[in-house]
T-cell receptor
Framework: EDQVTQSPEALRLQEGESSSLNCSYT??????LFWYRQDPGKGPEFLFT???AGEEKEKERLKATLTKKESFLHITAPKPEDSATYLC????????????FGKGTTLSVSS | DAGVIQSPRHEVTEMGQEVTLRCKPI?????LFWYRQTMMRGLELLIY????????DSGMPEDRFSAKMPNASFSTLKIQPSEPRDSAVYFC?????????????FGPGTRLTVL
């Protein structure tokens, strides 16, 4: 069965303290790996899509990387407004299929 | 574009009552997905449509759940009769199938509480 595991479940950082979130997956023939951000009471907000091992994408303080079995979301010098739950999802091959989500990492950044 | 629109945003009902959740996808998108989110299980796919046709409903918990998409701009998820264990946040998402990129965009969700 295809699985997506995110770690840690929760992460507390001080403002400016860089760290990484992990997403490991067992899907074969990955079509894409997605990162979403979810704020309390809102729907997931799209951040990045990665398609092949070695690919990297950046947006402000966030950088996502992909290997054959896992992805990392690196957060550089985080600010309190980066506090949210970060969800990883994989899309199996076949096109147009639904995403398989991990349970997320809840990030809290204090000033 | 207004994004994916869901209504109602909050629904409180009593066990045994019928509940109907509504979704308007982004114009031009050809896929529509219904998800359920709980603390215990995270985000789970319930059903998805392609060009208004249901493709995979294997995630629908039981016969009490049904979904329809009568046209490209509207879908409903119905629970009848509702039970307390159905309490969750229900999300609708839509996407456009491209050669490479078919990012799903989510609505704000409907928080359902069944008493």
């Amino acid at each position: 069965e295809d699985q997506v595991t995110q770690s840690p479940e929760a992460l507390r950082l001080q403002e400016g303290e860089s760290s990484s979130l992990n997403c490991s997956y067992t899907v074969s023939g990955l079509r894409g790996l997605f990162w979403y951000r979810q704020d309390p009471g809102k729907g997931p907000e799209f951040l990045f899509t990665l398609y092949s091992a070695g690919e990297e994408k950046e947006k402000e303080r966030l950088k996502a990387t992909l290997t054959k079995k896992e992805s990392f979301l690196h957060i550089t010098a985080p600010k309190p407004e980066d506090s949210a739950t970060y969800l990883c999802a994989v899309q199996p091959p076949g096109g147009g299929t639904a995403l398989i989500f991990g349970k997320g990492t809840t990030l809290s950044v204090s000033s | 574009d207004a994004g994916v629109i869901q209504s109602p945003r909050h629904e409180v009902t009593e066990m045994g009552q019928e509940v109907t959740l509504r979704c308007k996808p982004i114009s031009g998108h050809d896929y529509l997905f219904w998800y359920r989110q709980t603390m215990m299980r995270g985000l789970e796919l319930l059903i998805y449509f392609n060009n208004n046709v249901p493709i995979d409903d294997s995630g629908m918990p039981e016969d009490r759940f049904s979904a329809k998409m009568p046209n490209a701009s509207f879908s409903t998820l119905k629970i009848q009769p509702s039970e307390p264990r159905d309490s969750a946040v229900y999300f609708c998402a839509s996407s456009y199938y491209g050669r490479r990129s078919d990012t799903q965009y989510f609505g704000p969700g409907t928080r359902l509480t069944v008493l």
